[in-house]
């Protein structure tokens, strides 16, 4: 497999993806069907390496892809995290069984979600048990931002063992006490499938059950990853929102009495709106480009502490500026049209929305502090799993 095969399959899908994802968000219709297209076209597989039948793209070549998605539609962008992650951490830390397996299981279409968050205590902590049982081991708890986990094959979930250590285990989605509850209520992202997991005295077998949860002390490669995907995320929102706001003004908008132009297309206000927007989302998707560089570099000198703390820091200044970016875009939208742009059958407002809860998983004024610390003292960013 080419990498440039897969986006060849990416140009014919993705078109199909975008037509009905505002009228989905509208009407909040889960996209099964669109998200199982992707899968069983391999869409995921851009990181496997060849020998193991993979496209072996650079972090570059898969981020751009996400880039994509999310203009298409950053729901499903934003539900696939999982996925792309689950992958480029057993690039870093699976085990040769492990990648044999997984990667043959994604090239043949399955979807992985993800149950590793917890609310109600301190960020990060877990709550969740689990305990041996004879010759398995029982799993119980309760997970929310179950982010993708209603469209998936496989649940990957994180508990403390008997020893107070986190586990990191994955089941498939039919198992027996593992419930999915579409509860997400989130006022953007609202079809990611972001919900509670429920584990119920579920049964984890030995052979489910990954290894510890990865170290919080050192740094790797895909953080900043998973970092830089989210940014990624907003790079679509704000093409999105540029597609948007060109079509409004060219399909409904009308120029305001007092302008000097018949066609909205021609009034300048309406010109510098959308001119503001193109240059925003052109921004949001050159810094993202640019530090997923900083990853590819990392991973040729394999995992250089140095060119990882580079990385950390240069996706951190990259997300803070697609942030921005996507907001201040996805609010211009409205500058195109009058009234009528707020009519809820257009559902323009779903770019800030979408923007707005994206960057609210990571706050980024955080980020630009971290960056901050790192110029002016040296510090390094921390090692919290968010840089």
Request: glycine letters at 8%.
């Amino acid at each position: 497999m080419r990498v440039v095969d897969l986006f060849e399959r990416a140009a014919r899908i993705l078109p199909k993806v975008a037509a009905g994802a505002a009228e989905r968000e509208r009407l909040r219709v889960l996209p099964h069907e669109q998200i199982r297209q992707l899968a069983n076209a391999q869409l995921f597989t851009f990181r496997i390496p060849r020998g193991h039948g993979g496209a072996g793209s650079t972090v570059r070549e898969v981020i751009r892809f996400v880039i994509d998605l999310a203009a298409a539609d950053s729901n499903i962008a934003q539900a696939l995290r999982p996925d792309f992650s689950f992958i480029e951490g057993l690039r870093a830390n699976g085990t040769d069984d492990e990648r044999e397996l997984w990667f043959g299981r994604f090239l043949g279409g399955a979807v992985v979600g993800n149950a590793g968050w917890e609310i109600g205590g301190a960020n990060g902590a877990i709550s969740a048990r689990i305990s041996r049982a004879g010759d398995h081991f029982t799993a119980k708890g309760s997970k929310y931002y179950s982010t993708g986990s209603l469209y998936a094959d496989w649940v990957s979930a994180t508990a403390l063992d008997d020893d107070d250590q986190p586990v990191s285990f994955i089941v498939p989605r039919d198992r027996e006490g593992l419930e999915l509850v579409d509860d997400f209520d989130g006022m953007g992202q609202r079809l990611t499938a972001s919900g509670t997991t429920n584990l119920h005295d579920m049964t984890v077998f030995a052979h489910e059950i990954r290894h510890r949860a990865i170290s919080r002390d050192r740094r790797s490669p895909v953080t900043p990853f998973l970092q830089l995907y989210l940014g990624a995320v907003q790079a679509g929102i704000a093409r999105n929102a540029l597609a948007d706001a060109v079509a409004f003004a060219r399909e409904r908008a009308r120029p305001i009495r007092h302008s000097s132009a018949e066609r909205s297309v021609d009034d300048p206000y309406v010109q510098l709106a959308v001119g503001e927007i193109s240059a925003r989302a052109f921004a949001a998707e050159s810094v993202i480009l640019a530090a997923a560089s900083t990853i590819d570099e990392v991973w040729a000198a394999d995992f250089d502490n140095d060119l990882l703390t580079t990385a950390s820091v240069t996706v951190a200044q990259a997300q803070f500026l697609a942030a921005e970016a996507a907001l201040r875009a996805s609010e211009l939208v409205f500058d195109v049209g009058g009234g009528s742009a707020t009519a809820r059958e257009h559902n323009l407002d779903r770019h800030w929305r979408n923007a707005r809860t994206v960057a609210n998983h990571n706050p980024r004024l955080w980020k630009a502090a971290v960056v901050g610390a790192y110029r002016l003292t040296g510090a390094e960013p921390p090692t919290s799993g968010l840089f």
